[in-house]
């Protein structure tokens, strides 16, 4: 199970952190990731992080965004700079038990029930 938090409002060029934190034993073997989805479009990649720390993102948010996890919290951040209107979706962590991280979202097992981001003009 996963479960989002930090969503919410913010004006164009601020900040979020996201959260997510994960039930499990295996949280240090997981591959995890963040999507997006904006209204009207589909499901998109935004970061992922392999259990040896590799970690991959969109080019859009690359230098704004980081990604990071604590194992021994069972929890992965996705830390928003610089934000933008464009950024405004549903934010999803999902996580998958064995692989490489990936921007499929098929590859995926798990995901969490997703955390509002707006950002206003």
């Known amino acids: 199970q996963l479960v989002e938090l930090g969503g919410g409002l913010v004006q164009a060029g601020g900040s979020l952190r996201l959260s997510c934190v994960a039930s499990?034993?295996?949280?240090?073997?997981?591959?995890l990731a963040w999507f997006r989805q904006a209204p009207g479009k589909e499901r998109e990649f935004v970061a992922a992080?392999?259990?040896?720390?590799?970690?991959d993102y969109k080019n859009s948010v690359k230098g704004r965004f980081t990604i990071s996890r604590d194992n021994a919290k069972k929890t992965v951040y996705l830390q928003m700079n610089s934000l933008s209107p464009e950024d405004t979706a549903v934010y999803y962590c999902a996580s998958k038990s064995s692989g490489l991280p990936t921007a499929d979202v098929s590859r995926y097992d798990y995901w969490g029930q997703g955390t509002q981001v707006t950002v206003s003009s």
């Open positions: 992080m392999g259990r040896d720390g590799f970690t």
């Open positions: 499990g034993r295996t949280f240090k073997e997981y591959s």
